[in-house]
C-alpha cells in the first residue's frame, strides 16, 4: 500500500521542488517549445534552488511538498495578497502553481496539494482566490472547475520566443452556515440518478443522497476518507474487490485512495460523510 504525505514545505526541501518544477513543466509544457534554450534559460531563473529558497523564506509565499513512499511527487505554491487585474478586492491570494508528476497523477494528490491550499487560503480570511492556467490545457481547467473555479479573463504570457495565451479562473470562499435546515438546502445531481443535498464544514462535507433505483457509481478512489449510511433501501456496494449488499442500517468506512463502486437495487437513501471537505461538491 502506498503512503501519501503532504506536509508544508521547508528550506531544506527547495531541491526537491526545484527539480520537481522543471520536470513538471517539461511533462505539461515542453512540446510547445521550438528553442530548447528558452525552456533551459527559463529553468534557470524560475527553478534554481537559490530562487527556491528565497521563495520559501518569504512571508508572502506558503508552499507544499507531497511525497509517495518518501519520494517526493509534487508541489503547489499559494502566494498571499496577490492582485489580479480580473478582481477589485484587495482580499485575495494566488493559486500559483500545483504539479504533480505525470507517474502518480492518478493518486489524487493534486486534490490533496489543493485542499490544503484551499483551507490555510480560508484560514488566513482571504475572499477570493485565483489562478492562471493555459487555455489549451483542459485537464487542469476541467481539475479546477470541478472544484469551483471560474473564468474571470484572458492574458498572454511569454517565455522567450513562445507567447502562451492564459485563461484567469478565481473561486469565491462561501462563508460557514452554523445553523441549517434541510429543507432549505437544494437538492444537486452530481452523478446519474444520485440527488444530493450537500452541507460542508471546514474539513468535512456532509451528503444527503435520494438515489434512483439502477443508478451506478463507477469504480473510482479519492484521497477522502468516508463513511456511508444506508438510511433506507438496498445498495449493492463494492470496496477494494469486494462485493455487499447493503441495508437500512448498515454503516461502511472507505479509507482514503481505495477503490470503490456501487449500484442501487432499490430507490434508496444514503449519507455520506467526507473528510476533508469535497471542494468539488461546493
Not at 44 to 69: R, Y
Not at 132 to 153: C, D, T
Not at 194 to 214: N, S
Request: aromatic share 12%; hydrophobic share 40%; charged share 30%.
Amino acid at each position: 500500500m502506498n503512503t501519501i504525505e503532504i506536509r508544508l514545505a521547508k528550506k531544506e526541501d527547495a531541491q526537491f521542488i526545484a527539480l520537481l518544477g522543471r520536470i513538471t513543466f517539461t511533462e505539461t509544457f515542453g512540446h510547445l517549445f521550438r528553442d530548447q534554450k528558452d525552456l533551459i534559460d527559463y529553468y534557470n531563473l524560475t527553478f534554481s534552488v537559490q530562487k527556491i529558497e528565497d521563495g520559501i523564506k518569504k512571508p508572502n509565499n506558503i508552499f507544499w511538498i507531497a511525497f509517495v513512499n518518501r519520494l517526493p511527487v509534487g508541489y503547489a505554491k499559494l502566494k498571499l495578497y496577490s492582485n489580479s487585474e480580473f478582481i477589485e478586492s484587495k482580499d485575495v491570494c494566488q493559486l500559483q502553481k500545483i504539479y504533480v508528476l505525470k507517474d502518480f497523477l492518478s493518486m489524487k494528490i493534486g486534490f490533496g496539494l489543493q485542499d490544503l491550499l484551499l483551507k490555510k487560503a480560508k484560514e488566513l480570511n482571504f475572499k477570493k482566490v485565483w489562478l492562471s492556467v493555459l487555455n489549451s490545457n483542459e485537464r487542469a481547467i476541467n481539475f479546477y472547475k470541478k472544484n469551483g473555479f471560474e473564468k474571470i479573463g484572458n492574458h498572454d504570457f511569454q517565455i522567450g520566443k513562445e507567447n502562451f495565451e492564459f485563461i484567469a479562473m478565481k473561486k469565491n470562499f462561501k462563508k460557514l452556515h452554523l445553523y441549517m435546515n434541510l429543507s432549505k438546502i437544494e437538492e444537486k445531481e452530481i452523478f446519474p440518478g444520485y440527488f444530493g443535498k450537500l452541507i460542508h464544514g471546514e474539513k468535512i462535507t456532509w451528503a444527503f443522497w435520494r438515489v434512483i433505483k439502477g443508478s451506478e457509481v463507477p469504480e473510482h478512489s479519492h484521497h477522502h476518507e468516508q463513511m456511508m449510511h444506508v438510511v433506507e433501501g438496498e445498495f449493492e456496494f463494492t470496496l477494494d474487490g469486494n462485493k455487499m449488499i447493503c441495508k437500512a442500517g448498515d454503516v461502511i468506512h472507505i479509507p482514503s485512495n481505495k477503490l470503490h463502486s456501487g449500484i442501487a437495487l432499490t430507490d434508496c437513501k444514503l449519507m455520506d460523510v467526507f473528510s476533508p471537505a469535497r471542494e468539488e461538491y461546493k
